[in-house]
């Protein structure tokens, strides 16, 4: 069987392990108060090229919700595309977390929340109309959910239109090691140069174990902010188990060097699909997600051949490249997808 069911499905990177393991040689306060924590809030704050506040969290959901929850009251509207994980996936979390907070979905190409989409929603809301929510913040997924990377300069556009009316900006950062390794820039750059006040950063995606985080780049957000983590059961008591995993992955540029390689396998497998005409991209593919168009029965083909991957319509499939997915598994695919297409010349729907 090849896995191209997630990247949730991979292995954890060696490294990560091993701090486990360092972490586990000697006794250490807990709930954060231990030296690894402290070590990491040192890391991240050099890594964004700024003073950061670094949350460790069990889960990319817990991440989202309690972020975009620090964000604005519970009668505020956060808007995120239609196609976001928070709002496709994880069952009201940030509303939840958020005492009652609104998600409204913003239509965009490419799973992307566009500047001018954005301005003319919100010149729709007046803050005298006391009978909506209003506008309180935007949430960014970098890379998208459709396995698209916002360029800075439409993170900055989208940017001036949220902070010209108030609105707090955070980024979904599950595959943020992803869009850095594809637009080779900073990560401050990327999010607090480019006008984000919180992200969740993700590492259990690319290669970590058990935790993600939050990163918070505004300080007035963050002793709220840690108050709600201990509420919602996400303040580990051996905290530095977590923190140990996030100084491995950020060490070295293991967690860039990781997002490379599962990017340059999808980038492989999507430029073998050229010669494959009816095997259509839904998007581009500029991270390590692929969204492929296939027509009847290839499908049940490939998984007879025991291709494992997500069948998001009937004929839409994602297929998800993982740090330690090998060429010859790429090449396998791309070899499968010609035997079972050929070679016909039907119009791409996408280049």
Sequence with gaps: MIDYRSDNTGRAAPQILEALVRANHDTALGYGADDWTADLQRRFSDLFETSVRAFPVATGTAANALSLAALGPSWGIIYCSEVAHINTAEANAAGFFGGGVK????GGQHGKIEAGPLAEVLAGISPAQLHRGQPSAVSLTQATDLGGVYTLDEIRAVAKVAKRRGLRLHMDGARFANAVARLGC?????????????????????GGALCDAIVVFSPDIADGLAVQLRR??????????????LIAYAENDLWLEMARASNRIAARIAAALRDIPVARLLAPVEANEIFLELPDGAMDALERDGFQFYRRSRTLARFVCRFDTSEAEADALAAALRRHLGSATAPRATD
């Design 103 to 106: 998600l409204a979905a913003i």
């Design 232 to 245: 919602a059961g996400q303040v580990w008591s051996k905290m530095r188990f977590a923190s140990a995993q």
């Design 186 to 206: 900073s990560p401050a750059d990327m999010t607090w140069r480019s006008g984000i006040d919180i992200m969740s950063f993700g590492a259990t995606k690319n």
